[in-house]
Antibody, heavy 116, light 112 residues
């Protein structure tokens, strides 16, 4: 069974850094892209970018280029999404998803709250 | 403003049929496959339809998808109260040098 398990909810202050994770199991982690999707409170889905854990090839949506960093550690089947300096506007639910040319299996989501 | 356009809401009675539209352009829907997702309240999105009209294992045939030109449609028959959710269309967009996934703004389905 394909599973993507994300790290727990985070509460941070503006300016702090953060790295959240997504661990894949039940399939060959290095053979599929992993994507990240943002959902701000009460809003729709926004695709942020993807990484291919097999060779760490990474692509970003123009809206998120330079704002976040996507990485992966194939030795532990885990993908990451990180911020160097959080803003209040980063408050959202973040989902990872296994991706072909479309996201198919999704993680349960990680709620990130940024507040002073 | 989402790249793909969906109606904000649709509603129908239990047992009835509803359709949800998704409109795009030649850089996205017109030249790429469309997928559909169901997001029940407080949960992660779930894949309903991929490659315009294919259903993953476990998705009932009450859900169907179609595509024509730069638009796609999700159909749901035999509506149940458990179908109340937000529905999103998605596809690849190749308008920039690096392609990326785009989603519709979502449609809230109410089963009256």
């Amino acid at each position: 069974e394909v599973q993507l398990v994300q790290s727990g909810a985070e509460v941070k202050k503006p300016g702090e850094s953060l790295k959240i994770s997504c661990k894949g199991s039940g399939y060959s982690f290095t053979s599929y892209w992993i994507g990240w999707v943002r959902q701000m409170p009460g809003k729709g889905l926004e695709w942020m970018g993807i990484i291919y854990p097999g060779d760490s090839d990474t692509r970003y949506s123009p809206s998120f280029q330079g704002q976040v960093t996507i990485s992966a550690d194939k030795s532990i089947s885990t993908a990451y999404l990180q911020w160097s300096s959080l803003k209040a506007s980063d408050t959202a639910m973040y989902y990872c998803a296994r991706q072909r040319w479309y996201p198919d299996y999704w993680g349960q989501g990680t709620l990130v709250t940024v507040s002073s | 403003q989402s790249v793909l356009t969906q109606p904000p809401s649709v509603s129908a009675a239990p047992g009835q049929k509803v359709t949800i539209s998704c409109s795009g352009s030649s850089s996205n829907i017109g030249n790429n496959y469309v997928s559909w997702y169901q997001q029940l309240p407080g949960t992660a999105p779930k894949l309903l339809i991929y490659d315009n009209n294919k259903r993953p294992s476990g998705i009932p045939d009450r859900f169907s998808g179609s595509k024509s030109g730069t638009s796609a449609t999700l159909g749901i028959t035999g509506l149940q109260t458990g179908d109340e959710a937000d529905y999103y269309c998605g596809t690849w967009d190749s308008s920039l040098s690096a392609g990326h996934v785009v989603f519709g703004g979502g449609t809230k389905l109410t089963v009256l």
